[in-house]
C-alpha cells in the first residue's frame, strides 16, 4: 500500500465488520463503530468538505482531543486529498494566531463551545477561513458554524443520489502527497511546521516490526494529535485491531473493563503505575511486603537469566568469551534454581498485580521521553515489557523500537526496517559509526544520531532557515547524542539540541522561559534543566551586582547570604514564569540551583555567547542529580 487512501480502504474491504473504534457515549458506555462505517463515514463528510469548497491539497485544522469525530474528520480531509493540521484543545493563543494562518487553513474542525470560544478570541487567525465545523453533538455554536453531523447526513445524500467526487479525489492522490502538517515547537518558541506524506507514514504502517492480530484491543490515551499516536493508530487500522478512546482520567477503569492486549503510553504513565503499586505494597501488612518482595527477586532473577542467555542484556563493551562462558553458567544455574519459585510466586502475588492491567496487556509501546530503569525492569519482570521506542515528529515518528524478539532494557531497541544511522562526533563530524555500506562500526561510541529513511521529513514548510540546520544531504541531524550497543541497539544518552522532552512526554523549549527569567536584574545567566524529568528546574547565575557577597568561583560565602538570594530568586521565577506571562502548567519551573560561577567563552559558552548544554549538564551533573532527589522539589511538584 502506498497511501493512507490505500490503507483505508483495504482495512474496510478486510475487516469490513471487525470493530475499528469504540469512544464513549453520553452515558459513559462504549460505542463501536466498523471499519466499513468508519470508511462509508470518512466519505460522506469528505463529500460535505468538497461542497463546502475544500479542494484538494487544501488544508483543515482540527482542534481537538480524542473522540470519534477527530477519526472521522481525519478520514475526510485525507481521502478528499486534503492536509490536516492538528492541534489540541489546549492550544494557546499564540498557536493559534501562528498555525492556522501559516498553514493556510480554510477549514477549522473544533471540538467544542469552550475551544470555539478560545478559536473567536483570536479572530485575526480566521482570515483565510471560509468555514469553522463544530464536532461535539451537544455543542451550541454561535449559528455562523457547521455542525459535523449535519454535513455528514448532507454529505450522505449527496452520494445517494450520484455523487462520486471523492472517488475521483482518491485515484488522485500520490504518495509523495502530504497528508498532515504538525507544528512543533522551535527553539524560539515560535512552532514548525512539519510536513508528512503519505509515503513517510506508509513506511512506518507498512514495516512495523511488532506484530499485532485482528480483533486485538488497543487503548488509546495519548493526544491523537501527536504523531507516536496517530501512527500506533494507523498501524491499528492495518492489521484490524480496535482502538479504545480512553483518558489518564478514567485509565484504571477502562483498563479493568476492556482487558487490553497493547496500548501506546508515555513513560510518566509506567512511573505513576510503578509508584501507586510500590505505594500500596508499603503500606501492606509484613506478610505481604515479604512476598511481593520474593516475587520480585525470583522473577528477576528468571528474566535476567534469560535475558543474558539469549544476548538480551544491555552491552556497551562486547562480551568476552571467557567471561561470558562463566557468567553464562552462573545465570543457567540462577535461572533453574529460581524457576519453581519464580512460577509459585508468579501465581500467588504478581498475577493478582498484572489483573490490574485487565489481565491480557501483551506489552505496550512507549514513547516520547526516557523511561528510569528501574522501572523499565520492573514491568518486564512483571510479565508486562515495555517496547521503548525513539523518534520525533520529523520522523513520522519511529527511528528505533524494541520488539517481542529484541526487548533490551537500557536501550530504544534496534533501528526501525529500512532505517540509516550515523553516529557523528559533535565536535569533529568525523562519523564514529554507519550502518551504510563499508562505513565504520564503532560500536559503544557516543555521538550526535544522524538518520536518513523513508520516514524522514522533507523539511520545516515554508521554513529554510531551520530545514538547513537539521537536514544536509538527506541526513537528519536529531539533535541527540547516542550509540549503538553491542547488540545492535540503539542507546539515548542525551541531547545536544535545546529541546527539553519531560517524562510524560511534553515538550518544552527552554530558550523561552530561560529569556524570561533573564529579564530580570537579579539573574546573571541561567539554564533550565528537566529532560527526562517530572518536571523543569533551572541553574541560576545570580546578578554579583545585586548580591554583592557572591564571587565568582566560590559562591557565596555564608549560608544566610545565600538564604536570602534564593528567596528573591524563587519569588522572581514564580512571578516570571505563570500563566499571565503565557506559559503552560508544565512550563513552570519547580526547583533551581546556584551555580558557584559565571557561564564563560571557552567554556560554558560558545565563541557566539550561546550556552553549551551539554557541557553545563556534565559539569553540573551532581546539582542536577541533587535536584531531583530534593523532596523538597518533590513536594513542590505535587
Known amino acids: 500500500m502506498r497511501t493512507l487512501a490505500d490503507l483505508f480502504r483495504n482495512s474496510k474491504e478486510k475487516f469490513g465488520n471487525f470493530p475499528a473504534f469504540f469512544a464513549k457515549n453520553e452515558a459513559g458506555e462504549f460505542q463501536k463503530t466498523t471499519f466499513s462505517e468508519l470508511y462509508e463515514l470518512g466519505l460522506q463528510l469528505g463529500t460535505a468538505l468538497i461542497e463546502l469548497n475544500f479542494p484538494s491539497g487544501a488544508r483543515a485544522t482540527i482542534l481537538a482531543d480524542n473522540r470519534i469525530e477527530w477519526i472521522i474528520a481525519d478520514y475526510a480531509v485525507v481521502l478528499s486529498g486534503g492536509v490536516d493540521v492538528p492541534r489540541g484543545s489546549d492550544v494557546t493563543d499564540a498557536d493559534l494566531n501562528h498555525i492556522i494562518p501559516h498553514s493556510g487553513s480554510e477549514i477549522v474542525f473544533v471540538e467544542n463551545d469552550m475551544v470555539l470560544k478560545k478559536l473567536y478570541n483570536n479572530k485575526e487567525s480566521l482570515k483565510k477561513v471560509h468555514s469553522i465545523i463544530l464536532m461535539d453533538p451537544n455543542s451550541k455554536g454561535t449559528g455562523s458554524e457547521y455542525f459535523l453531523w449535519d454535513l455528514l447526513e448532507k454529505g450522505k445524500k449527496s452520494r445517494e443520489n450520484g455523487n462520486r467526487d471523492m472517488e475521483s479525489r482518491i485515484s488522485q492522490i500520490s504518495d509523495e502527497d502530504l497528508f498532515t502538517l504538525i507544528y512543533t515547537s522551535g527553539t524560539t518558541g515560535k512552532p514548525k511546521g512539519v510536513p508528512l506524506t503519505h509515503k513517510n507514514i506508509m513506511s512506518q504502517v507498512n514495516r512495523v516490526p511488532i506484530k499485532l492480530s485482528p480483533g486485538e484491543k488497543v487503548l488509546s490515551i495519548l493526544p491523537i494529535w501527536h504523531i507516536f499516536e496517530r501512527q500506533f493508530e494507523m498501524i491499528c487500522i492495518f492489521v484490524g485491531a480496535a482502538t479504545y478512546y480512553s483518558s489518564v482520567r478514567s485509565l484504571k477503569e477502562d483498563l479493568r473493563n476492556v482487558r487490553p492486549t497493547f496500548m501506546a503510553s508515555a513513560p510518566r504513565l509506567w512511573e505513576s503505575i510503578y509508584q501507586g503499586i510500590i505505594a500500596i505494597i508499603a503500606k501492606s501488612s509484613s506478610g505481604k511486603k515479604i ?75 512507549s514513547g516520547g521521553g526516557a523511561l528510569p530503569i528501574h522501572v523499565d525492569k520492573f514491568f518486564f519482570n512483571m510479565g508486562i515489557p515495555v517496547f521503548e521506542g525513539y523518534g520525533m515528529t520529523e520522523t513520522s515518528p519511529t527511528l528505533s523500537v524494541r520488539t517481542f524478539e529484541n526487548c533490551i532494557p537500557g536501550t530504544v531497541g534496534p533501528l526501525y526496517p529500512e532505517t540509516d544511522v550515523r553516529i557523528v562526533d559533535p565536535n569533529t563530524q568525523v562519523v564514529l559509526f554507519s550502518t551504510e555500506k563499508n562505513g565504520p562500526k564503532g560500536y559503544g561510541k557516543k555521538g550526535e544520531i544522524h538518520v536518513k529513511g523513508d520516514q524522514v521529513m522533507s523539511g520545516y514548510y515554508m521554513d529554510p532557515e531551520n530545514t538547513r540546520k537539521v537536514l544536509q544531504e538527506s541526513w537528519m541531524n536529531t539533535g541527540d547524542l547516542g550509540m549503538m550497543t553491542y547488540n545492535d541497539c540503539l542507546k539515548i544518552v542525551g541531547r545536544t539540541k535545546e529541546t527539553i522532552v519531560l517524562l510524560g512526554g511534553e515538550n518544552v523549549e527552554p530558550v523561552p522561559i530561560e529569556n524570561m527569567l533573564t529579564q530580570s536584574e537579579l539573574i546573571l545567566q541561567c539554564m533550565v534543566v528537566g529532560q527526562d524529568q517530572k518536571y523543569l528546574s533551572v541553574l541560576i547565575v545570580p546578578n554579583p551586582e545585586f548580591f554583592p557577597e ?66 553545563v549538564a556534565d559539569k553540573y551533573s551532581d546539582l542536577i542529580l541533587d535536584i531531583y532527589s530534593d523532596k523538597k522539589a518533590e513536594t513542590a511538584n505535587k
Open 291 to 365: 512476598l511481593f518482595q520474593a516475587a520480585i527477586l525470583f522473577s528477576d532473577a528468571v528474566h535476567s537469566g534469560k535475558r543474558w542467555l539469549s544476548f538480551q542484556e544491555l552491552d556497551m563493551t562486547g562480551r568476552s568469551y571467557i567471561v561470558s562462558f562463566f557468567r553464562g553458567i552462573f545465570e543457567f544455574s540462577k535461572l533453574v534454581l529460581s524457576y519453581i519459585p519464580y512460577l509459585i510466586f508468579d501465581f500467588l502475588v504478581l498475577r493478582k498485580i498484572r489483573q490490574a492491567t485487565g489481565g491480557k496487556l501483551k506489552g505496550t509501546i
Open 550 to 615: 557572591y564571587k565568582s568561583g566560590q559562591g557565596f560565602s555564608s549560608k544566610e547570604e545565600e538564604s536570602k538570594c534564593e528567596l528573591r530568586i524563587q519569588t522572581e521565577i514564580r512571578n516570571s514564569i505563570s500563566a499571565a506571562n503565557g506559559f503552560k502548567s508544565f512550563e513552570r519551573v519547580i526547583d533551581f540551583k546556584i551555580l558557584p560561577k559565571p557561564f564563560e567563552p571557552g567554556d560554558e559558552l560558545t565563541a557566539k555567547l550561546s550556552v553549551k548544554r551539554h557541557v
